[in-house]
């Protein structure tokens, strides 16, 4: 079996990751979304949080599940047995930031790095812009699940 993780923070989960996740669980037998937990970082959403909005995200996606985890993502590949790790890329920029990583993830293991470029549309989203534009009062339903608009449209109302 084929086992690939698609890893991130997700705060919070956009259309745009789904679309990679959706397009990575059609090239896998298994896709494992891997939420990272850095304690160190400030998040708008708690892991808690957002492993269950990946989970109601993915639910109709039967060969994905979703996981945290804390340390290398090399390491929870090893622990989960992937052969790949899948990152979407938005723009050149992306590839640029990502392929050291890449190289480094394949000398301290041997699973190798899939990288899918994003679907027309979606390459200038991310968690970052869907939450400043939220935050100034801009309409980001268009790149984030309804529910997940829900959640941060009450986050947001709440500081």
């Known amino acids: ?3 690939a993780v698609c890893p991130g923070s997700f705060d919070p989960i956009t259309l745009g990751h789904l679309d990679v996740v959706t397009r990575a669980a059609r090239l896998f037998d298994e896709v494992v979304v891997a939420v990272g937990v850095n304690p160190s970082k400030s998040r708008l959403f708690s892991p808690e949080e957002r492993l269950e909005m990946l989970t109601r995200a993915v639910a109709d996606l039967p060969n994905v599940r979703v996981e945290g985890f804390t340390g290398l993502v090399t390491d929870f590949c ?18 640029d930031y990502e ?9 301290l293991t041997s699973v190798e790095t ?3 470029p994003t679907s027309t549309g979606r390459s200038f989203v991310s968690s970052s812009l869907v939450k400043e534009v939220a935050s ?7 790149f984030v699940p309804d529910f997940v608009l829900e959640a941060l449209t009450a986050r947001l109302a709440a500081r």
């Open 136 to 142: 100034l009062g801009g309409d980001v339903s268009a």
């Open 114 to 116: 899939v990288f899918l």
């Open 1 to 3: 079996m084929s086992r």
């Open 99 to 107: 392929l050291p990583m890449a190289h480094m993830n394949t000398a």
């Open 78 to 95: 090893t622990e989960q047995d992937a052969v790949a790790i899948v990152k979407g890329l938005r723009a050149a920029s992306d590839f």
